[in-house]
């Protein structure tokens, strides 16, 4: 179960937007994750490898932690909003739960939620 203070310092690190570093961070390395129903990705080198493949193609990533956030031993659910400005001048605006395992203050698994109609890019304002 992970500690306030702990769950504190991940959201940090996601909000400062750095995804890539909060997944080393945090997620232990045969860690798993998985997008709505989609097969699972295993391993932390590849969500590290997959965050910063992503990042490379935006100009800004907005994070932002939409309270409460919902603990219950080890399994945690949190409402993520992330705007991204793509370099291609679209953007994306997405809402998620991430449900996630901790195994004591590491993240061992994490599937998240949203509906796939928001990956659509639209011209950027």
Sequence with gaps: MPSQSTLERFIA????S??????????????????NQSVPRVGRDHHIANERKVLA?????????????????DNVVIRWLFRFEWLDGTATQM?????QRWVGERIADEQF???????TRVKSA
Excluded: W
Excluded at 13 to 16: A, C, I, Q
Excluded at 21 to 34: D, G, K, Q, T, Y
Excluded at 113 to 119: R, W
């Design 95 to 99: 809402e998620e739960l991430a449900y």
């Design 57 to 73: 193609q935006a100009r800004t990533v907005e994070s932002r932690c939409l309270r409460p956030v919902f603990v219950n031993g």
């Design 18 to 35: 750095a995804h890539a570093e909060a997944v080393e961070e945090f997620h232990i390395p045969e860690s798993s994750m998985r997008e």
């Design 13 to 16: 690190r996601v909000e400062e």
């Design 113 to 119: 939620f949203y509906d796939p109609a928001q990956k």
